[in-house]
Nanobody, 124 residues
């Protein structure tokens, strides 16, 4: 599975960005998809995830501001980020988990497939 994230950029606090992740190489509907973020010197942090059914999961820090969605027909997953804060500044990664067994959406170790990351910078 190949994942390609895009849509990062520089935005002022309070603004919005929409990240996209294109998947190829395997049946997209068999993947649960997650978004993680990372800043220098810190571990990769869970942001949001979505099952093929559309069930969504969010970190408390982004709940109510971010929305994850997917388009199975286009093999795409999105992260709509609103009311951005300077602390949202990070490299954002999309990740894929091949469904099977018990899935913990926030566990970075459960994802076998990773995109290259896209930088989001929120200025104050």
């Amino acid at each position: 599975v190949q994942l390609q994230a895009s849509g990062g950029g520089l935005v002022q606090a309070g603004g919005s960005l929409r990240l996209s992740c294109a998947a190829s190489g395997r049946t997209f509907s068999t993947l649960a998809m997650g978004w993680f973020r990372q800043t220098p010197g810190k571990e990769r942090e869970f942001v949001a995830a979505i099952k093929w059914t559309g069930s969504t999961y969010y970190a408390d820090s982004v709940k109510g501001r971010f929305t994850v969605s997917r388009d199975n027909a286009k093999n795409m997953v999105y992260l709509q980020m609103n009311s951005l804060k300077p602390e949202d500044t990070a490299v954002y990664y999309c990740a894929g988990y091949l469904l099977g067994g018990i899935w913990t959406p926030s566990d970075v170790n459960e994802y076998a497939y990773w995109g290259q990351g896209t930088l989001v910078t929120v200025s104050s």
